[in-house]
């Protein structure tokens, strides 16, 4: 077997770094428990693409999740109420302020994005997130999974287990448990229903 190494030249790598600087962001706003965007070009297309936020009034809104990922991944760049730039760390801190377990739900969101699934939330279900099979995007089919992060270090006792299953099972879905390690590794595990 012949091994091919791909050698990549110092201007090639120089390319690269600059076509990822001038990829057009998303410019958003961040207002209390929400990250806000213009309904732009750049943010419709990454709405039809990956169905990252939801359009509304005109705009598009982004959960706290959302607008991490697409931070990290500099596709969005978010303001504060007086047009200052938020970096990675004061945004988490921010989020931290509305939802203490923010960090351990971002970990388990940005783990499932980075395998293909898509991501929403799950408020109304009762869930942290719902999770959509790859290839699915919502409104096209329901999601296949709701999903609860859950670091490696709490405890769930078996009234809160089963609430979580019962939840699934009555929104027709699967229960998956995201838990999330001191190394802030994901493991999955799914939990389904057995009739004996």
């Known amino acids: 077997m012949v091994k091919v190494k791909r050698k990549t030249s110092k201007t090639a790598k120089s390319k690269v770094k600059v076509n990822?600087?001038?990829?057009?962001?998303?410019?958003?706003?961040?207002?209390?428990?929400?990250?806000?965007?213009?309904?732009?070009?750049?943010?419709?297309?990454?709405?039809?693409?990956?169905?990252?936020?939801?359009?509304?009034?005109?705009?598009?809104?982004?959960?706290?999740?959302?607008?991490?990922?697409?931070?990290?991944?500099?596709?969005?760049?978010?303001?504060?109420?007086?047009?200052?730039?938020?970096?990675?760390?004061?945004?988490?801190?921010?989020?931290?302020?509305?939802?203490?377990?923010?960090?351990?739900?971002?970990?388990?969101?940005?783990?499932?994005?980075?395998?293909?699934?898509?991501?929403?939330?799950?408020?109304k279900f009762g869930a942290d997130f719902r999770v959509y099979d790859r290839g699915v995007k919502p409104g096209e089919d329901h999601a296949k999974w709701i999903l609860y992060p859950v670091h490696e270090g709490n405890v769930l006792t078996w009234h809160e287990f089963s609430a979580k299953n019962r939840v699934a099972h009555s929104t027709r879905k699967r229960l998956l448990l995201g838990i999330v390690d001191e190394e802030n590794d994901c493991t999955f595990y799914e939990i389904s229903w057995k009739r004996p």
């Open 20 to 123: 990822e600087e001038n990829r057009e962001k998303i410019e958003a706003f961040l207002q209390d428990e929400r990250v806000i965007a213009e309904d732009q070009d750049i943010s419709k297309e990454t709405y039809d693409q990956s169905r990252f936020g939801e359009p509304k009034d005109g705009k598009i809104q982004y959960a706290l999740v959302e607008a991490l990922y697409l931070l990290e991944k500099e596709r969005m760049k978010i303001l504060d109420g007086k047009n200052k730039v938020i970096d990675f760390d004061t945004f988490v801190k921010k989020a931290r302020k509305f939802e203490p377990n923010f960090w351990i739900k971002y970990v388990v969101y940005r783990d499932m994005r980075n395998r293909g699934y898509i991501v929403k939330t799950a408020l």
